[in-house]
């Protein structure tokens, strides 16, 4: 069964950083494409970042650029996002999610919630 | 970047229906299209790929069509446990740009 289990969410000020993990099972890992997705409160998925199954290639959206990446352990079966320079309006459930042979996203994790707040 | 623009926003529905949700994108995107039900407080679940193919485990009821910049997801006959919020996002291009998404309630 696969399974993506997030982690490293938290309370976290302006400007500050956080490193979300997400630990994967159930497949082989580094056969796989991944992503990260974020959901602000109440609203719609936002797509924030990509990475290869190497992790040779990367992909960030324009507002996360410069401030997040994305990055894998493919040892450890586990995905990482390393967010710096945290905005308000990066506060948001963060879903990892595995990309399918097809280049869809076929699997989510439970998702992680980021608050930043002074 | 693809916009992708789903209609309509909200949708009610009773029990035994049939409805249909539209997701157009800004720019041709042949049939790299994704449709995700999401229901309050869980994460997205993937359901159709590649614009009509059903994720494994997804009942039949489901059903996607389209090409190019238009695209249908269709649900019949529903059933409570299928009023949720639905995505559309398309995987042509980075990034992979999700619709605002339909919120199908119950009548």
Not at chain 1, 12 to 37: D, E, K, T
Not at chain 1, 75 to 100: H, I, P, W
Request: proline residues 4%.
């Amino acid at each position: 069964e696969v399974q993506l289990v997030e982690s490293g969410g938290g309370l976290v000020q302006p400007g500050g950083s956080l490193r979300l993990s997400c630990a994967a099972s159930g497949f082989i890992f580094s056969n796989y494409a991944m992503h990260w997705v974020r959901q602000a409160p109440g609203e719609g998925l936002e797509y924030v970042s990509a990475i290869s199954s190497n992790g040779g290639s990367t992909y960030h959206t324009n507002s996360v650029k410069g401030r997040f990446t994305i990055s894998r352990d493919n040892s450890k079966n586990t995905l990482f996002l390393q967010m710096g320079s945290l905005r308000g309006e990066d506060m948001a459930v963060y879903y990892c999610a595995r990309e399918g042979r097809g280049n869809w996203i076929d699997y989510w994790g439970q998702g992680i919630l980021v608050t930043v707040s002074s | 970047d693809i916009q992708m623009t789903q209609s309509p926003s909200s949708l009610s529905a009773s029990v035994g229906d049939r409805v249909t949700i539209t997701c157009r994108a800004s720019q041709g995107i042949s049939n790299y299209l994704a449709w995700f039900q999401q229901k309050p407080g869980k994460a997205p679940k993937s359901l159709i790929y590649a614009t009509s193919s059903l994720q494994s485990g997804v009942p039949s009821k489901f059903s996607g069509s389209g090409s190019g910049t238009d695209f249908t997801l269709t649900i019949s006959s529903l059933q409570p446990e299928d009023f949720a919020t639905y995505y559309c996002q398309q995987y042509n291009s980075y990034p992979y740009t999700f619709g605002q998404g339909t919120k199908l309630e119950i009548k």
